[in-house]
């Protein structure tokens, strides 16, 4: 159900132990919290519970910050981490790119038409390319070039806009280079990047080369959350094209665009309607 | 997750209200029942809550009768209807056939194996062409025929089967006769049908030869409750195949038995795992 | 493959009868011309016969004027309709549009990008609202309001913006106006719409809306050929989405988006290559 | 289409060279053979030309040696190899399988059905459990147990059981035996196996422990002809299915059967339709 104008969402995590599900459904009900979809998982593997809990304040003056207060005070005995999202929250955004521009146009036509609750704050590249593009969203564009030397410095640059911005979120939508362990770590849990693979098949430069190469019949697309492991980072959504013996590499790479679209934006409708959980190399994913 | 042996499932319904899903959760605490999986859906179209959980008891002796009886008490005040259903549960179920063979093949491909928790009782048809198969799997087949006299007996007959062996579920493994709207009501609920097309486009006979006509590039599958709308019934699952202008309606009818039988069974499958509700004239399906 | 700078397509269609494939293999080779990918289909339903050919002149001073010239004479022994297009064709298009900009978002990319072949001569819409999206891509957009006294006149102007750019093509991108039985004779075989349903299931007016009534659990795209029999066009390509009973109408319209795109997009990139052919109440498409 | 009852299949490659597709289709004309489906493809990467035929004789006398004796002397100039399949063509067919029966049981009703049209020789395992499934459908079932000190032997057994009943494909149906660079080179272009992963991804043992370790949401399977790189042949068709945080190993084991019973299927289908075509390290597939 799309959430409507009044409906919040209660994210948390704890380790494994009974009660767990009891502590967040009671107190929703006492607060006068009306439950209209749930979701929660144990993982017995790594033994640790999730849960996601969209809820309506019967109320008409529901108050978040004592809402938060009080259920802190029980979710600590659980050691839960959780996390209020109000209705009309907009996750601040920052865009990183390079010249490829499919998976940035698409994000903005999301993004425009609010079927994105995010705010891009900033669109970020190593060329200036797809300057134009945003300036007709209206969204400042910052040029960091990068060379061998610059790097280090760039990355620092980039991260200045992150701060400064607010962003929540860093989207690397085609973003052609390797992000240093540093910046792997700041961001850890909050980027997303589209690999144009099926990873664990065709890491690296060039996957749809070495699809061709392979003569896979099936191409396709990984939006995963980045760690300094390169493409190795766990992974949120998958999508995949037929292929056929008569596209050459680039085919492979014009059919694998729209592919990439869709996996990268139904990762991060995911991630911003708060349906990933990072779970160590794995995500748990709430699906609607 | 697998449901492991020791995991239960409690699912359950009732008019929308505050609570309904702490009347669950907070007596499984008490019970000291592991939730190891949860999903609830409240319909604001219908006013009408849905759970369903899975659980692990703590203690050694965990006794369902007293469950269930303590249970009671609390749901009634919801109106909450409610089931239980233990680890090692096998739905008893009876399969209607005529002459087709694909989807009951499949089913007892499964069931023989193992991966579908259903212990057939019986296969009935209105043909005999299907008695080896059955033969082979050591059940009891039933032929029936049916002529315009002799419906209403044939189904006294079936229905007979359905009460002896206790069946809980009955399948209509591509069975191609109308039942009665006295034997759909008495099935309500408990009876899946697949038909060979994507409801309610080409409802009726020969579904293939119609989109033949209509010249689809898509051809489909639909598994749905039976009720006395012919072809009309909630649907459970649906799934598509690819066809094109060289194809045939006999090639149509090829292509579409693979789709058929895997809709079947994921219906069947989730019908038995208590991951279906009956809602009016829809159905709420909790995947996995 | 690609078409590479130097490919060229040959369509033609005939009565079924022998020799048809001859007549073309053994012109394109006394031509020297190099046969890069074929595909034939002869109907036996309808007695006729399909064959597309992409080619290279192995000479460099290719005259495609002689070439069809000399074609047309050994093609008529055979009744036969054929077509030749250039390597740099890029067909000349009219888009119409009412309010919804997904589709010609979408277009508009995929134009801007070079990855169709199409050259966009206007945008004509009975709404003002998406002139904004037409003129940051450059494109002239025409504003003709309609009511039903003003219908057959909006209709001539329309039809006057077709003649006047010379488009051969005309592309409904979710235009919610029903044209009448003159206008679509007039581009019978040269005009496309999306209709937001599977057909022939839903339809006619808010699909999505009858979809989710019905509580189907996939929903679709067809991209057809306009006839006068409202949403019974000769269909081009049908995409699926899965849809769940959490899924209000308006969650069946936001997931329905993507894959109208990619519908229209495929049925638009393939009638550009060349690769449909009207048949009757069908079509027959060359796949890639 | 579905080959009718006079359909016959006439396929052929060749290096890249002017009149390639006239020289077959020149002849058919001349031997007065209505074509009904063609298709060629001229790989300029391998510069090597594929073609397949789907035609009908018209003369009631049709005679196969004859005709292939007189192309040959056409097909020489061209280097080109060619065969000729007839409409009633049933190719003789050895199975291997170790322990798990999805993919053998499913090849089985193809079989019985009559939907594949091959001739099922034998079955042979290392192991005696799928024993009764061949007695049921009256296949000869070879059990050749396997160690390290007999895997030669063994081979050697198998061999002659391929030998001895002349088959003329060995489809490995979950066979987990790797297979000597000996056999591999006899049996190049005529073994298919089926590979429970997304080739590259995952290769040799345990593939979807792996999927689950590295948190895939997409499993799949890939058929593909052997050679004796192992799961590095020519892949022929490649399929795949969602999967969840929530789901296992074991999980992952069971949802795979489907897809890849489809998937090996889908390849013995087109390999014996004459449809699939060995080019180095790739395939050429013509679709239907």
Redesign the interface.
């Known amino acids: ?2 959430r409507s104008a009044d409906t919040w969402i209660l994210t948390a995590q704890c380790p494994s132990r ?5 502590v967040v ?2 107190f ?2 006492e607060s ?1 919290c ?12 790594g033994e640790r519970f999730f849960i996601r809990t969209e809820f309506r304040p ?1 109320e008409p003056d529901f108050d978040a910050e004592a809402f938060q207060a009080a259920f802190a005070a029980r979710a600590a005995e659980f050691e839960m981490a959780f996390e209020l999202t109000a209705p009309d929250a907009r996750m601040p955004v920052v865009i990183m790119v390079s010249k490829a ?2 998976c940035l ?1 698409d994000l903005l ?1 999301r993004y425009r ?1 609010g ?1 994105l609750p995010i705010e891009i704050r900033a669109v970020v590249s190593n060329h200036p390319d797809l300057q134009p593009l945003a300036d ?1 969203h209206g969204l400042p564009y910052y040029h960091f070039p990068i060379t061998a030397e610059t790097k280090a410095e760039q990355e620092a640059r980039v991260w200045e806009v992150v701060e400064e911005t607010g962003a929540e979120l860093v989207i690397l939508a085609r973003y052609m280079q390797v992000l240093s362990s540093d910046m792997c770590e700041k961001l850890s849990g909050r980027a997303i990047n589209i690999h144009h693979s ?5 890491k690296g430069a060039k996957p749809y080369h070495q699809a061709f ?6 191409v ?1 697309a990984t939006a995963h959350y980045i760690n300094d492991d390169l493409d190795e980072g ?7 094209e037929p292929v ?5 590499p ?2 492979l790479v ?1 059919k694998g ?2 592919i990439e679209c ?1 996996t990268l934006a139904r990762a991060v409708d995911a991630h911003v309607a708060r349906r990933v959980f990072l ?1 160590g ?5 709430f ?2």
Do not use: C
């Not at 009974?18 to 009891?22: A, R």
């Not at 009306?34 to 593997?45: A, G, L, R, V």
């Not at 099926?198 to 065709?202: D, K, S």
């Not at 190469?213 to 099936?218: N, P």
């Open positions: 159900m799309s009974l009660g767990t599900v009891d459904t009671r929703l009900k006068r009306y439950i209209t979809e749930q979701q929660s998982f144990d993982d017995h593997h019967l521009d499919h146009n036509y038409t079927q007709w099926l990873l664990p098949g065709f190469e392979k003569g896979v019949k099936l396709g766990p992974i949120i959504t998958q999508g995949v056929g013996h008569a596209d050459d680039e085919d014009a665009r729209d869709m779970h190399r794995r995500t748990v994913v699906s609607r």
